[in-house]
Nanobody, 126 residues
Framework: QVQLVESGGGLVQTGGSLRLSCAAS????????MGWFRQALGKEREFVAG????????YYADSVKDLFTISRDNAKNTVYLQMNSLKPEDTAVYYC???????????????????WGQGTQVTVSS
């Protein structure tokens, strides 16, 4: 079992930045592929970014590429999402998730993930 707790959400103006953190506890966190997803009110959950176990490979949704950066610190059992140049359309609940394994486009699919956090709200005002 892996427990995930997100933090760092809040209210920010358009163009601002936030850094989300996801603290993991439980077994062998460092072996998991980690992802960030988001769900806006009335919309389906969507993939935002993912990172492999070593941190050497990252995946991004086209909508956040070059704006958001995912990273992880396995010594601290934490994965981060640095979000820059935020827009009102980035407003959503952001979720951290973990999976034992995924490859390529599988990692964009939320159904591949085994563990989820409770989410943290990000609101971007115009």
């Amino acid at each position: 079992q892996v427990q995930l707790v997100e933090s760092g959400g809040g209210l920010v103006q358009t163009g601002g930045s936030l850094r989300l953190s996801c603290a993991a506890s439980g077994r062998t966190y460092s072996g998991y592929y980690m992802g960030w997803f988001r769900q806006a009110l009335g919309k389906e959950r969507e993939f935002v970014a993912g990172i492999n176990w070593s941190g050497g490979r990252q995946y991004y949704a086209d909508s956040v590429k070059d704006l958001f950066t995912i990273s992880r610190d396995n010594a601290k059992n934490t994965v981060y999402l640095q979000m820059n140049s935020l827009k009102p359309e980035d407003t959503a609940v952001y979720y951290c998730a973990a999976t034992h394994y995924c490859s390529g486009y599988e990692c964009y699919d939320g159904s591949r993930y085994d563990y989820w956090g409770q989410g943290t709200q990000v609101t971007v005002s115009s």
